[in-house]
């Protein structure tokens, strides 16, 4: 079935430093890819998506390639700022039975330090 | 704007009892989704309905049942909680479409001893 793999964290960074998330995926169809956060307490909220190859999403200086060669979605982001604290997952849509499911990985928690 | 609200925000359960989670979304979605989420397991998703009055089983089913009531509510139920469903759970909607996003409400935290 489509699963989803990203690099086990924790990353601890200092303030300013450069970010990479490795996300890799498996599916059968054209999903398309996501990245979502979740801050301490909160529900997850969408951070950036993909919907097709070679696309790129990108939100709040955070920026990942939609790349069907290597299966892959690697978030980054050029300088990381101690807001930017919290677990970052990479996920899948695609259709499956009735409607689209979103299949996540298991998530990567980012600690930046001042 | 509320999105998606669940309730209860944190509940502690006896194994064997039992209680019902609710989920409410007013953004029109047709999609529901509820997850559980697990340290080092990420989001899995036990059910799904893609619309009123249906229901699909997702990851890890077992040990819960869903009712979609009408559009806007998506509840899941715990018949006899066991410890292994100590977890916080995520619902979740969106439109039927792969392209679009889902939103999340807030989590419920569970308890089981």
């Known amino acids: 079935g489509d699963s989803v793999t990203q690099m086990e964290g924790p990353v601890t960074l200092s303030e300013e430093a450069f970010l990479t998330i490795n996300c890799t995926y498996t599916?059968?169809?054209?999903?398309?890819l996501f990245w979502y956060v979740q801050y301490p307490g909160e529900g997850l909220q969408l951070l950036l998506k993909?919907?097709?190859?070679?696309d790129k999403g990108s939100n709040k200086g955070f920026e990942a390639t939609y790349r069907k060669e290597t299966t892959s979605f690697h978030l980054e982001k050029g300088s990381v700022q101690v807001s930017d604290s919290a677990v970052y997952f990479c996920?899948?849509?695609?259709?499956?039975?009735?409607?689209?499911?979103?299949?996540f990985g298991t998530g990567t928690l980012l600690a930046v330090q001042p | 704007n509320a999105g998606v609200t669940q309730t209860p925000k944190f509940q502690v359960l006896k194994t064997g009892q039992s209680m019902t989670l609710q989920c409410a979304q007013d953004?029109?979605?047709?999609?529901m989704y509820w997850y559980r989420q697990d340290p080092g397991m990420g989001l899995r998703l036990i059910y799904y309905?893609?619309?009123?009055?249906?229901?699909d089983k997702g990851e890890v089913p077992n040990g819960y049942n869903v009712s979609r009531l009408n559009k806007r509510e998506f509840s899941l139920r715990l018949e006899s909680a066991a410890p292994s469903q100590t977890s916080v759970y995520f619902c979740?909607?969106?439109?039927?479409?792969?392209?679009?996003?889902?939103?999340f409400g807030q989590g419920t935290r569970l308890t089981v001893v």
């Open positions: 979740a909607s969106s439109v039927r479409d792969k392209n679009t996003e889902a939103f």
């Open positions: 599916a059968t169809g054209y999903p398309s």
């Open positions: 993909a919907t097709k190859a070679d």
């Open positions: 996920a899948l849509s695609a259709y499956g039975g009735a409607t689209n499911k979103l299949i």
């Open positions: 953004m029109n979605h047709n999609s």
């Open positions: 309905s893609a619309s009123e009055g249906t229901t």
